[in-house]
């Protein structure tokens, strides 16, 4: 079936880029996501990607998508504490009602 | 503002007592989800309705029902709650038509412990 798939964690230092990697199996993919969770809280959109795009920028975010390889990243420029989460790569395939969630990636910020 | 409100943000049920969580939304989005995500997991897709169209995921239990008796109400009812129904349970909505269809919103979430 379709998977996601990210890394668990990830450490960077106040002030540098961060970039959060996903991969994902499904070709017929329509919108790639990327979703945000602080402690305790629900999902919050970031962005989102149509598959037809290599690229969307929004801000300090960054997307790319790699539709041959089936990698996405996001990238934050100048990371801030406020940043530090759990940020959720995910897929929508055959339908809007279905997005299938990557196990997250947790992302700390060390001064 | 527009939002999806999930009441209560924390509920404690004992072992096999009925527990009922609810969702309502301001967006008038004819799609509402339930998710539940366990600790350190990716949310999982429990249901979803289109409209009063009931959608169940093949492998979500029994043990879960949800009833959306209008456009802005969803619930989700847990029959006989087990120690590993312990969770985080997300509402979420979306359109059902058009480009917006693929955005979805979600709310707070409420945390649910079983002694």
């Known amino acids: 079936g379709e998977d996601v798939e990210q890394s668990l964690f990830l450490s960077v230092r106040e002030g540098d880029s961060s970039v959060i990697n996903c991969t994902y199996t499904d070709s017929s993919s329509t919108y790639l996501y990327w979703y945000k969770q602080e402690p305790g809280a629900g999902l919050q959109l970031l962005t989102y990607i149509f598959s037809n795009m290599d690229m969307k920028q929004d801000q300090r975010l960054t997307v790319l998508l790699n539709k041959k390889d089936k990698h996405l990243s996001l990238r934050i420029a100048d990371t801030q504490t406020g940043d530090s989460a759990i940020y959720f790569c995910?897929?929508?395939?055959?339908?809007?009602?279905?997005?299938?969630f990557g196990s997250g990636t947790r992302l700390s910020i060390r001064p | 503002d527009a939002m999806v409100i999930q009441n209560p943000r924390y509920q404690v049920t004992q072992f096999g007592k009925p527990v009922t969580l609810s969702c309502s939304q301001t967006?008038?989005?004819?799609?509402m989800y339930w998710y539940q995500q366990k600790s350190s997991q990716a949310p999982k897709l429990l249901f979803h309705?289109?409209?009063?169209?009931?959608?169940n995921e093949a492998d979500t239990p029994d043990n879960f029902q949800s009833r959306r008796p209008n456009t802005s109400f969803c619930f989700l009812d847990i029959r006989s709650p087990g120690l590993g129904d312990a969770a985080m349970y997300l509402c979420a909505t979306s359109r059902d038509k058009g480009l917006e269809s693929y955005e979805q919103y979600f709310g707070p979430g409420t945390r649910l412990t079983v002694t």
């Open positions: 995910a897929d929508s395939y055959s339908s809007a009602s279905k997005i299938i």
């Open positions: 967006l008038n989005h004819n799609v």
């Open positions: 309705y289109y409209d009063k169209d009931f959608n």
